[in-house]
C-alpha cells in the first residue's frame, strides 16, 4: 500500500539546528541535525542525525497505518509501537516504554519543518519539553 497523499509535505531531505532542554541526564544547549523522510508502505520512515558537543545521536522511524517504531544509537528497542496520528497538519508521534513516554510532532510551515519533542518520565507524568528544532530542505541528491 502507497504512502497517503498527507505525508508528501514531509518528504525530503532537511538539516537546521535544534535548542536541547536540561533533562536528568543531559544539560540544554544546542544541536545540529539532519532528518531525511521518504515514503513507506501506508506511512513513512525517516532517519535522523543529530550531533551536538560530546555526543551523536543517530535514529531510524518507521510510521505505517497507526502505529509508530523508534530505533536509535542509545540502544533501546521498542516494546510496543507507539501510535501515529494526524492533529491537522501535524503528525503526532507517541510512544510509551517502562522509561516514559515521548511526544514528537512534526509539521511543515512555510516551506521549514518544524519538530517539537516532548518527554515525560514516568509516562503519566506531565510532559516537558525536551527538542525544538527548525530545519529547512535542501537540495535533491543526484
Known sequence: ????PRFESLFGDWTGEEELFPTAWTAAGTAQASISVRPGPDGIHFDYVETREGGRLDAHAVVAGGGFWWFDSYGFTPQTPG???WDGDTLVLDRRSDRGRTVMRLRVDDARLIVELDTAAPADADLSPLVRGVYDAQPAAE
Open 1 to 4: 500500500m502507497p504512502s497517503s
Open 83 to 85: 501510535t501515529a496520528a
